[in-house]
C-alpha cells in the first residue's frame, strides 16, 4: 500500500470532511499571516467599482494648478497675491466654499501676507487652509504640524490635508480628522462637507466614482476670468497642484497614481454621498462562515448527494454579492477576504480528497458493472500466502455485446455473479477482464474440484432475463493455486487454463506446464508479428474488383500475407484472429494501410487510377491513437483520399455504436470511403445499419457462394441489393466463383463483384500489369 493510500485512509476513519474544515481552516490563518487579505479585499472592491461606476454630484469642483498655470505664472511657489487673487475670483463668481491643499506654512513678506488675509476675510465664500503633519525625527519622535500664519487663521478654517497609503500602497482610506497633543484637527474633506465622525477613525474613500466627472478647472483660466461664472456658482471647490513635476501624486486602487487634490474631491463626494459607513470585520465574518461549513458538512455526511457540494462556491457568490448589496446601500462594508479564502481552501481540500476517494475506488472497482476488479482481488491475495483461483471466461461475449446495450450488459454480468457468489470465498467475485469472471475458491472445495466446476457450469445453464431479451452466457473455466508473491502470474496461469478450455471446449481446465505446448503457435505469432513487418515478411496481395455497370476492373482489396522463413506461408485466417482477440492488430492493419497507399500512388503514376480497400477492425474505431494515426497515413499521402475504402470488419466488436459513427463520420469527412464487410453475418443488417455512415455494404461469400443452387440465399442477395439501393449504399459480392453467380449479380443490380472468377490476389506489381492502364474488360 503506497504512502498516499494510508494518508487517505487515515483521513477516512477520522472523516474526511472534518479534515477539510480543519485544513482550510489552517490554510486560512496561514495565507491572512501572509498578507494575501487586503489584495483579495482590493480586488473585490475593485470589481466593485467598475460593476457600480457613477459620476460624481458635481457639488464638489478642483482648481488644477496644472502645468499651464505654472507656465504662465513663471514659478512655484506662487506669490500670496496669486492666491488672494484666486479667493476673488472664485468668491465673486459665486463659489459655496474655497479649500486649498496648498502649503502656506512657509516665510513671506509681510505687505503679502496682509494682501491673502484681506483676500480670506473679505471672501463671500468660506475658505478652508492646509495644514500638514510632519514627522519630528526619523527615528519615530512623533509628529508636528505646519499651521499657516496666524493672520490667515482669522477669518479662515484649518483642515488638515495628509493622505496614508494602505499595507498595499495605496491611497484606500481618509480621516475624519487627527488628532496632535490636545489639538483636534478635521480633515480637508470633513470641513468641505461639513461632516462630523471620530477622530482618527477612517472610511473607504468610494472608488466607484468616476474621476473623470469630477469638474475641473485650471487656475490660469480663473485668474484670466476664462471660465463662465455659472461653472462656479454654489461648487465647493479644492484648489491643489496637478502638475506632475510638483510631485504630489498617490497611488489609488482604481485609478492609478492621481494628484492628492483628487482624492480629497473623491473623499468629499464620498461623504456628501453618506457612503462614510461603517465596516464589518472580516475575523467576524469568518467564524460565521466556518459554522456554516460545519452546518455544510453536516449535510453532506448525512446525504449521498455528491452536488451538495456546490453549496461552498455558491456560498462565496452570496458573500461576494451581499457584501456589494449592502455597499450600493450605504449600509456597510463588509470584509469578505478571509471568508473567501476559507470557502476556496475548503472547496479545494475537499476535492482533493473526494479526487483521492474516488481515484482509490476507481482503481479497484470495474465501471460498468461496480464489481470490484483485478487490482482489489490482489489486494485480498496478499493477505494470504497462498490461494486457489477460479477465471471464468465468458465464451459468447462478443456476441452479448453485439446484442445488449451497455446497461445491459452490466445487468447480465451481475446476474452471473451473484449466481457464482455462492462458490466463491467470501461470496465476492471478481471482474478482472472484458469477458472474465474471478474468484476464490470458497472452503472444502479442494478434494471435489469436479463437483465444484459442474456445479458453477450449471449456475450458466439457466439463461437472464434482461427485459424482453433471454441471454445465456457460456462459461469456461480455468483453476489454479499456489503462492501469491506472484499473483499477476498465478491469475494470468488461471485465465489461459480458461481460455484453453474454451478452444478444447472442456468445461473446465487446470493449469499446467502442458498448456503452453498448446499456445507455442500462438506465442510466436505474438512474438514474431513486429518482426516481421521490419523484415519485409508481410506483404500485401491485391484482388481485383468488377464494376458491373461497364465491366471493368476499377478497384482492389489488399489481403495481407505472411511468408515465414521457417514456418512458409502463414495463412491470415491463422494469425489475424489472434492478434484481434489480443488487441495488436492495429499495428498490422497501419502497416498495411502505408503499403497501399504506396502501391496505389505508384500505381496513378503510371496511369492506373483505381479505388483499394483495406480491412480494419471495427475493435479498432474505439482505438484514437489507431484512428488518428490511419487518418493522418491517408492525408499525408499524395492521393486522393477517394481512392482509399476502410473496410469494417467484425462489426459485433462494436461497443459503443454513437462513438463508433462519429469515428466514422470523422473519415468520411476527409474523403475516405466506408464498406461494412461482413453483411449477412454477425452483426451487419440493414435494420442495425439505417443511419450508418458508410458507403456501400459487403455481402458476404457464404450467401454468394450458394446463391445458383438456394433459393433462399438468392431471395435474400436480391433483396438486400434493392433494400441497400434505397438507402443509398452501393452493393460489392464477394465470393463469386463461376459466370453463373456473375450474371445473377449483372440480373439483380449489384454494384461491384469480387472472387476468384474475376481474378485471384497477386502482388503489386502483378495487378499492375494485369489491370493495368489497357484494363481487362469482362463480358462475362
Known amino acids: 500500500m503506497t504512502i498516499w493510500s494510508q494518508i487517505t485512509d487515515r483521513i477516512e476513519k477520522f472523516g474526511s470532511h472534518s479534515v477539510a474544515i480543519l485544513f482550510a481552516f489552517l490554510a486560512t490563518i496561514a495565507l491572512t499571516m501572509a498578507g494575501i487579505v487586503p489584495a483579495i479585499e482590493q480586488t473585490n472592491r475593485d470589481l466593485r467599482s467598475f460593476v457600480f461606476e457613477r459620476d460624481a454630484s458635481g457639488q464638489v469642483a478642483v482648481v488644477e494648478i496644472d502645468s499651464q498655470s505654472l507656465k504662465a505664472m513663471g514659478s512655484w511657489p506662487w506669490s500670496r497675491e496669486a492666491h488672494a487673487d484666486l479667493i476673488t475670483k472664485l468668491s465673486e463668481n459665486g463659489a459655496g466654499q474655497i479649500a486649498f491643499d496648498v502649503d502656506f506654512s512657509s516665510a513671506a513678506e509681510k505687505a503679502s501676507d496682509v494682501i491673502l488675509a484681506d483676500a480670506i476675510s473679505n471672501a463671500q465664500a468660506q475658505v478652508i487652509l492646509a495644514t500638514f503633519l510632519q514627522q519630528i525625527s526619523n527615528d519615530g519622535g512623533g509628529y508636528s504640524e505646519n499651521l499657516p500664519p496666524e493672520i490667515f487663521q482669522t477669518h479662515g478654517l484649518l483642515g488638515s490635508v495628509n493622505v496614508h497609503p494602505d ?67 454654489g461648487r465647493n471647490l479644492i484648489i491643489g497642484p496637478t502638475a506632475a513635476e510638483l510631485g504630489d501624486r498617490y497611488a489609488t486602487p482604481k485609478n492609478g497614481i492621481i494628484p492628492r487634490v483628487y482624492i480629497h474631491a473623491l473623499a468629499a463626494e464620498t461623504l456628501s454621498a453618506g457612503r462614510d459607513i461603517p465596516t464589518i470585520d472580516g475575523k467576524a465574518l469568518l467564524l460565521v462562515t466556518l459554522a456554516l461549513a460545519i452546518l455544510w458538512w453536516n449535510i453532506v455526511t448525512s446525504s449521498k448527494d455528491n452536488q451538495n457540494r456546490l453549496v461552498l462556491p455558491l456560498l462565496a457568490m452570496l458573500l461576494i454579492v451581499s457584501s456589494w448589496g449592502f455597499f450600493v446601500y450605504s449600509l456597510m462594508e463588509i470584509e469578505i477576504a478571509s471568508s473567501i479564502i476559507f470557502i476556496v481552501c475548503l472547496f479545494l481540500t475537499d476535492l482533493v480528497i473526494e479526487t483521492s476517494r474516488t481515484t482509490k475506488r476507481e482503481r479497484t472497482i470495474d465501471q460498468l458493472t461496480g464489481l470490484p476488479n483485478a487490482t482489489a482481488m490482489m489486494d485480498v491475495a496478499a493477505k494470504n500466502m497462498t490461494a486457489e483461483i477460479v477465471v471464468a471466461e465468458i465464451a459468447n461475449f462478443a456476441e452479448i455485446e453485439s446484442i445488449l446495450a451497455t446497461e445491459e450488459q452490466a445487468e447480465i454480468l451481475q446476474s452471473m455473479s451473484k449466481r457464482l457468489a455462492l462458490l466463491a470465498a467470501d461470496e465476492q467475485i471478481y471482474r478482472t477482464g472484458r ?114 455497370s461497364c465491366g471493368e476492373v ?59 480497400s483495406v480491412n480494419v477492425s471495427a475493435a479498432l474505431l474505439g482505438d484514437p491513437k489507431f484512428v488518428s494515426s490511419a487518418i493522418a497515413h491517408v492525408q499525408q499521402s499524395r492521393i486522393d483520399p477517394n481512392q482509399i475504402v476502410f473496410e469494417i470488419t467484425e462489426t459485433a466488436a462494436l461497443g459503443d455504436l454513437d462513438k463508433a459513427k462519429a469515428v466514422l463520420e470523422g473519415m468520411r469527412k476527409i474523403g475516405i470511403k466506408l464498406s461494412i464487410d461482413d453483411y449477412g453475418t454477425g452483426q451487419a443488417n440493414l435494420a442495425y445499419m439505417q443511419g450508418f455512415p458508410a458507403d456501400e455494404i459487403k455481402i458476404d461469400q457464404s450467401f454468394i457462394k450458394s446463391m445458383a443452387r438456394s433459393d433462399v440465399d438468392r431471395v435474400m442477395v436480391s433483396s438486400t441489393i434493392e433494400m441497400a439501393h434505397k438507402m443509398n449504399f452501393k452493393v460489392v459480392a464477394e465470393g463469386v466463383e463461376d459466370a453463373d453467380c456473375l450474371a445473377l449479380l449483372r440480373q439483380f443490380g449489384c454494384d461491384t463483384a469480387q472472387g476468384w472468377h474475376i481474378g485471384r490476389p497477386v502482388d503489386a506489381i502483378i495487378f499492375e500489369e494485369r489491370w493495368g492502364t489497357h484494363a481487362q474488360t469482362m463480358t462475362a
Open 435 to 548: 469477458n472474465q469472471l474471478s474468484w476464490f475458491v470458497a472452503d472444502g472445495y479442494a478434494n471435489r474440484l469436479e463437483e465444484y466446476f459442474d456445479t458453477a457450469a450449471t449456475f450458466a445453464l439457466s439463461p437472464t432475463q434482461i427485459g424482453s431479451k433471454k441471454m445465456r452466457l457460456k462459461l469456461s473455466l480455468g483453476y489454479h493455486e499456489g503462492p501469491t508473491s506472484n499473483w499477476f502470474q498465478l491469475l494470468s496461469d488461471a485465465a489461459m487454463a480458461a481460455h484453453k478450455a474454451a478452444e478444447m471446449n472442456y468445461r473446465w481446465l487446470k493449469y499446467s506446464n502442458d498448456i503452453n505446448q498448446i499456445i507455442d503457435e500462438k506465442l510466436a505469432i505474438l512474438n514474431e508479428i513486429d518482426q516481421a513487418i521490419e523484415n519485409g515478411q508481410i506483404w500485401v496481395a491485391y484482388q481485383p474488383k468488377l464494376d458491373l
Open 554 to 612: 476499377n478497384a482492389a482489396e489488399a489481403l495481407v500475407r505472411w511468408d515465414h522463413p521457417q514456418r512458409g506461408k502463414i495463412p491470415p485466417d491463422r494469425f489475424i484472429p489472434i492478434l484481434e482477440t489480443e488487441g495488436d492488430i492495429a499495428n498490422l492493419t497501419l502497416h498495411v494501410l502505408k503499403i497501399t497507399l504506396t502501391n496505389v500512388q505508384q500505381w496513378s503514376k503510371s496511369g492506373l487510377n483505381i479505388s483499394c
Open 167 to 233: 499595507a498595499l500602497g495605496q491611497v484606500s482610506q481618509y480621516n475624519y480628522g487627527t488628532q496632535i497633543t490636545d489639538q483636534i484637527r478635521p480633515t480637508l474633506a470633513a470641513l468641505l462637507t461639513r461632516s462630523s465622525g471620530q477622530v482618527g477613525k477612517s472610511f473607504l474613500i468610494d472608488q466607484s466614482i468616476n474621476l473623470t466627472s469630477i469638474p475641473s478647472f485650471s487656475a490660469i483660466d480663473i485668474l484670466n476670468g476664462d471660465v463662465d461664472p455659472i461653472q462656479i456658482r
